[in-house]
Nanobody, 116 residues
Framework: QVQLQESGPGLVKPSQTLSLTCTVS????????WSWIRQPPGKGLEWMGA???????YYSPSLKSRTSISRDTSKNQFTLQLSSVTPEDTAVYYC??????????WGQGTQVTVSS
C-alpha cells in the first residue's frame, strides 16, 4: 500500500522560505512522478510542481520563480521549497503520486500559515 506523509512547520513568517518534506512508503520515488499541490482557504487545488522518476523537475509557470523540488532517494523523500512567501501562500499543502496521468495516492495534507 502506497502512503505519503507531509511534514514541516505549520507557521512561516512572510519573506521566509517554506520547506516541506514528503515521506513515501510502499513505492519508490525513482518510479512515477511525485507532485506538490496546495489548496488556499476557499479556493481550488493548485498544482505547484513535480519531480520525475529521473529526477527531472517541472513547475507551475506562476510559481516557477519561487519553487524548488528536490529528493533524497536514500530516504525515499522529496521536498518542496517555496521562497519569499506571503500570506497568499497560506494553504493546505499536499504531496501526491502521479501514475498514468492521474494523482492516485495523496498525503493527508498539512496546513501552512504565513503570518508574522
Amino acid at each position: 500500500q502506497v502512503q505519503l506523509q507531509e511534514s514541516g512547520p505549520g507557521l512561516v513568517k512572510p519573506s521566509q522560505t517554506l520547506s516541506l518534506t514528503c515521506t513515501v512508503s510502499g513505492d519508490s520515488i525513482i518510479t512515477n512522478y511525485w507532485s506538490w499541490i496546495r489548496q488556499p482557504p476557499g479556493k481550488g487545488l493548485e498544482w505547484m510542481g513535480a519531480i520525475a522518476y529521473s529526477g527531472s523537475t517541472y513547475y507551475s509557470p506562476s510559481l516557477k520563480s519561487r519553487t524548488s523540488i528536490s529528493r533524497d532517494t536514500s530516504k525515499n523523500q522529496f521536498t518542496l521549497q517555496l521562497s519569499s512567501v506571503t500570506p497568499e501562500d497560506t494553504a493546505v499543502y499536499y504531496c501526491a503520486r502521479e501514475s498514468a496521468a492521474a494523482m492516485d495516492y495523496w498525503g493527508q495534507g498539512t496546513q501552512v500559515t504565513v503570518s508574522s
